[in-house]
């Protein structure tokens, strides 16, 4: 083939035939690039399953690029970074224009900006067209806000996309928001009979990946032997339309419980096909919408779901793009310490921390909750340097990228950002977790105890950070009733917890 005019760049994250990227491709004259990159792997210490979903996602997206017809040229195993290839690629077809789509992570984004002007290049950047909310239109929900919270950010978008909404644009059932039906725990027999979600067994091209991935990746954490992930778009489908059909109508009502070996509760497990572009969140709450008149869900399962796509989803993709590079760099509480070697190996003592780390290195997922709620909380009460935590929750889940990880861990579990968009950090002892899981029943520890050989380091170190940080919390009305509780326990009490801490603090690796 002759030199192309345009070179069009395809990112791992973005493997969607119909998005932004392919409009008005010109057959005759553009080209398609696709880059594995060994480095990008390496950058932070992924996890082997996401660097397998990651190229076996990629190479099936490439098979279909080519029976298509497309131009493509796809650079496997790259020892480069993507931005070095690209370039390598531009100068030597001698190409000047370049479209890509805007990366899910800033740093790349400022990369290929960087190299459109040492190389003189004609960039088009395009806005990715998976969110329903453009940048232009968060920075206008953003002007006249005084407070940025997801609720109002939630309410707009219902509104404008007329989902869940009446004629008069109420909400559907009288209130907005039915998150307070949505926190039960399972019985104490446990979740019963949950209805697997559907799995994938690799064909040959991921087989083939799997054995790079394990002899190119051998000391990377986790393990490839549960790899089961949608790597293509008809699977991501058939994993949605499954969901749907099986799944949903127990979603919301258990969607913050926890049990032991029970890595996936009821839900949807589409966040890695959402992220790498297979499916289209338009598609997802169209399915979901069709569920619900089909089987008569319960409208507060529904809109819980809604919720976490059109609200959350959304409103963290709007944040990272406003706050970059800052929101990689806030550290509000000054947090120094390094991360327990055990986050990369889940043996610690703590049962909750076991098997929430246990199931993460195993399948490279995790459910809401375990990641705010055990993993997140103890890093934030364990006072560790937010870019540490950060960088484990980009390696570990298959669904990790920038965007979205960013301002979960830094701003929502970690409050790095000094509560930009949280009201207060979400921070719990042992009690929270024991009534949300069986953890503490298979535990040495004991979640009610607040210092001592038998304490609970959740429970000891969350009474200690509210009374690190008590006049900081007594002088907002909203964190003020956090420490209430404090008041119930005696100064002596108080001085024991504070000890006891202080030494779990200096052998956090011992926990
Ligand atoms: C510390 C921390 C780190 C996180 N890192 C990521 C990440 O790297 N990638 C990621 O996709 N999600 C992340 N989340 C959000 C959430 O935990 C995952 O989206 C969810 O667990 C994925 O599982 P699921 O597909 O079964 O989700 P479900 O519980 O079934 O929810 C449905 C969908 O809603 C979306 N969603 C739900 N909660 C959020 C949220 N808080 N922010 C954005 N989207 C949401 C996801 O697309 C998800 O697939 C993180 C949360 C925390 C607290
Ligand atoms: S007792 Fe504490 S450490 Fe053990 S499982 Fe319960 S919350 Fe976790």
């Given at each position: 083939?002759?030199?192309?005019?345009?070179?069009?760049?395809?990112?791992?994250?973005?493997?969607?035939?119909?998005?932004?990227?392919?409009?008005?491709?010109?057959?005759?004259?553009?080209?398609?690039?696709?880059?594995?990159?060994?480095?990008?792997?390496?950058?932070?210490?992924?996890?082997?399953?996401?660097?397998?979903?990651?190229?076996?996602?990629?190479?099936?997206?490439?098979?279909?690029?080519?029976?298509?017809?497309?131009?493509?040229?796809?650079?496997?195993?790259?020892?480069?970074?993507?931005?070095?290839?690209?370039?390598?690629?531009?100068?030597?077809?001698?190409?000047?224009?370049?479209?890509?789509?805007?990366?899910?992570?800033?740093?790349?984004?400022?990369?290929?900006?960087?190299?459109?002007?040492?190389?003189?290049?004609?960039?088009?950047?395009?806005e990715d067209d998976?969110f329903y909310c453009s940048h232009q239109e968060f920075l206008e929900w953003v002007a006249d806000k005084?407070?940025?919270?997801?609720?109002y950010f939630y309410?707009l978008m219902r509104k404008r996309h007329?989902?869940?909404?009446?004629?008069?644009?109420?909400?559907?059932?009288?209130?907005?928001?039915?998150?307070?039906?949505?926190?039960?725990?399972?019985?104490?027999?446990?979740?019963?009979?949950?209805?697997?979600?559907?799995?994938?067994?690799?064909?040959?091209?991921?087989?083939?990946?799997?054995?790079?991935?394990?002899?190119?990746?051998?000391?990377?954490?986790?393990?490839?032997?549960?790899?089961?992930?949608?790597?293509?778009?008809?699977?991501?489908?058939?994993?949605?339309?499954?969901?749907?059909?099986?799944?949903?109508?127990?979603?919301?009502?258990?969607?913050?419980?926890?049990?032991?070996?029970?890595?996936?509760?009821?839900?949807?497990?589409?966040?890695?096909?959402?992220?790498?572009?297979?499916?289209?969140?338009?598609?997802?709450?169209?399915?979901?919408?069709?569920?619900?008149?089909?089987?008569?869900?319960?409208?507060?399962?529904?809109?819980?779901?809604?919720?976490?796509?059109l609200?959350?989803?959304e409103f963290?993709r709007g944040m990272?793009y406003l706050?970059?590079?800052?929101?990689?760099?806030?550290?509000?509480?000054?947090?120094?310490?390094?991360?327990?070697?055990?986050?990369?190996?889940?043996?610690?003592?703590?049962?909750?921390?076991?098997?929430?780390?246990?199931?993460?290195?195993?399948?490279?997922?995790?459910?809401?909750?375990?990641?705010?709620?055990?993993?997140?909380?103890?890093?934030?009460?364990?006072?560790?340097?937010?870019?540490?935590?950060?960088?484990?929750?980009?390696?570990?889940?298959?669904?990790?990228?920038?965007?979205?990880?960013?301002?979960?861990?830094?701003?929502?579990?970690?409050?790095?950002?000094?509560?930009?968009?949280?009201?207060?950090?979400?921070?719990?002892?042992?009690?929270?977790?024991?009534?949300?899981?069986?953890?503490?029943?298979?535990?040495?520890?004991?979640?009610?105890?607040?210092?001592?050989?038998?304490?609970?380091?959740?429970?000891?170190?969350?009474?200690?950070?509210?009374?690190?940080?008590?006049?900081?919390?007594?002088?907002?009305?909203?964190?003020?009733?956090?420490?209430?509780?404090?008041?119930?326990?005696?100064?002596?009490?108080?001085?024991?917890?504070?000890?006891?801490?202080?030494?779990?603090?200096?052998?956090?690796?011992?926990?």
């Open positions: 083939m002759s030199s192309p005019k345009r070179i069009v760049l395809i990112l791992g994250d973005q493997l969607d035939l119909n998005g932004a990227a392919l409009r008005g491709f010109d057959f005759k004259t553009d080209e398609i690039v696709m880059i594995e990159s060994i480095a990008e792997a390496q950058y932070v210490w992924s996890h082997k399953a996401k660097i397998a979903l990651f190229l076996s996602a990629m190479r099936h997206f490439a098979i279909q690029l080519k029976e298509l017809k497309y131009p493509l040229t796809y650079i496997k195993d790259s020892p480069l970074s993507i931005v070095e290839a690209l370039k390598e690629k531009l100068i030597k077809k001698g190409v000047t224009d370049l479209i890509c789509v805007e990366p899910g992570e800033w740093r790349l984004k400022q990369q290929i900006e960087e190299l459109a002007g040492e190389l003189s290049l004609r960039l088009e950047m395009r998976h005084k407070e940025l919270r997801l609720e309410r007329n989902i869940l909404v009446d004629n008069q644009g109420n909400p559907q059932g009288g209130q907005w928001n039915f998150d307070q039906d949505n926190r039960k725990s399972y019985s104490k027999k446990g979740p019963g009979i949950i209805e697997s979600p559907v799995l994938f067994e690799p064909d040959s091209a991921t087989k083939e990946v799997l054995e790079f991935v394990n002899d190119t990746y051998p000391n990377h954490p986790g393990s490839l032997d549960h790899f089961r992930w949608p790597v293509t778009r008809a699977q991501a489908l058939e994993a949605l339309d499954y969901f749907v059909e099986y799944r949903l109508r127990n979603f919301g009502v258990f969607q913050d419980a926890m049990w032991t070996d029970t890595p996936f509760g009821w839900h949807s497990i589409l966040s890695s096909s959402l992220n790498l572009k297979l499916l289209n969140p338009r598609e997802v709450i169209a399915a979901v919408l069709q569920a619900w008149k089909k089987y008569s869900l319960d409208l507060s399962t529904v809109e819980g779901f809604i919720r976490q796509i609200g959350w989803r963290v990272y706050d970059m590079p800052k929101m990689a760099q806030d550290n509000y509480y000054d947090h120094q310490r390094a991360l327990p070697k055990w986050y990369w190996t889940g043996q610690t003592n703590m049962a909750c921390m076991k098997d929430a780390i246990g199931q993460t290195l195993q399948y490279g997922y995790a459910h809401h909750i375990q990641r705010l709620m055990v993993t997140g909380n103890f890093a934030l009460l364990a006072e560790i340097l937010p870019k540490e935590v950060c960088d484990w929750y980009l390696a570990i889940y298959v669904d990790a990228i920038e965007w979205v990880e960013l301002p979960n861990t830094a701003g929502m579990a970690l409050f790095a950002n000094g509560g930009r968009f949280t009201s207060k950090p979400y921070i719990a002892s042992g009690a929270y977790i024991k009534r949300m899981s069986n953890y503490c029943g298979s535990c040495q520890y004991k979640s009610d105890v607040r210092f001592g050989e038998e304490a609970c380091p959740v429970t000891t170190l969350y009474w200690n950070f509210l009374i690190k940080h008590r006049s900081q919390f007594e002088s907002s009305p909203r964190t003020k009733l956090m420490t209430a509780n404090l008041k119930r326990i005696s100064d002596e009490d108080q001085k024991s917890i504070v000890e006891h801490a202080d030494h779990l603090l200096t052998h956090l690796n011992d926990l």
